[in-house]
T-cell receptor
Framework: NAGVTQTPKFQVLKTGQSMTLQCAQD?????MSWYRQDPGMGLRLIHY???????DQGEVPNGYNVSRSTTEDFPLRLLSAAPSQTSVYFC?????????????FGNGTRLTVT | AQRVTQPEKLLSVFKGAPVELKCNYS??????LFWYVQYSRQRLQLLLR??SRESIKGFTADLNKGETSFHLKKPFAQEEDSAMYYC??????????FGKGTRLSVIA
């Protein structure tokens, strides 16, 4: 099993550009989520999904869209990139939609917006 | 609202010294607490959870409901313990809430 796979590993965008961060898991996990990691701010939840076709907003959803058309994939879309979205993004999944199931994280995507 | 506080951004200790990473939470119900760790060039991963009451890599953490704390402890720090540590709170019907993290640096 590859676990949770995120692509790309690094990305540089110009302000106003859009892009999609990919996340895929091969563990048949129900729950998937996106976090951003910023110095001094810790991990903040952007969006999450408890199953295919179901998504919900986390703590910092503005400027991001998600969809969950399959169990395996949970892409994160930046609609119009801003410098404030410069961050490291982590995708995480867990077996159960119960929120106390252990999270499995991807390797992260380092995004810079200039 | 549920909140997790990790008061130290950076904690430096000498090899062989005891380590205590502090975590306090605010939640009026019965919480579940977790510690996640991110070693250099590795993925974030679960270190331990309080309901398991286990010791992982020599680390233990006890949930103290009276003090609303879940401090992570190890009697003798090793260089390989250097990492970023996150405390996380599960409160029932919402996703995990993470603290801001503490970077542990073990000095040889």
């Amino acid at each position: 099993n590859a676990g949770v796979t995120q692509t790309p590993k690094f990305q540089v965008l110009k302000t106003g550009q859009s892009m999609t961060l990919q996340c895929a898991q091969d563990m048949n996990h129900e729950y998937m989520s996106w976090y951003r990691q910023d110095p001094g701010m810790g991990l903040r939840l952007i969006h999450y999904s408890v199953g295919a076709g179901i998504t919900d907003q986390g703590e910092v959803p503005n400027g991001y869209n998600v969809s969950r058309s399959t169990t395996e994939d949970f892409p994160l879309r930046l609609l119009s990139a801003a410098p404030s979205q410069t961050s490291v993004y982590f995708c995480a999944s867990s077996y159960s939609a119960l929120y106390n199931s252990p999270l499995h994280f991807g390797n992260g995507t380092r995004l810079t917006v200039t | 609202a549920q909140r997790v506080t990790q008061p130290e951004k950076l904690l430096s200790v000498f090899k062989g010294a005891p380590v205590e990473l502090k975590c306090n939470y605010s939640y009026s119900g019965s919480p579940e607490l977790f510690w996640y760790v991110q070693y250099s060039r590795q993925r974030l991963q679960l270190l331990l959870r309080h309901i398991s009451r286990e010791s992982i890599k020599g680390f233990t953490a006890d949930l103290n409901k009276g003090e609303t704390s879940f401090h992570l402890k190890k009697p003798f720090a090793q260089e390989e313990d250097s990492a970023m540590y996150y405390c996380a709170l599960y409160s029932g019907n919402t996703p995990l809430v993470f603290g801001k993290g503490t970077r542990l640096s073990v000095i040889a």
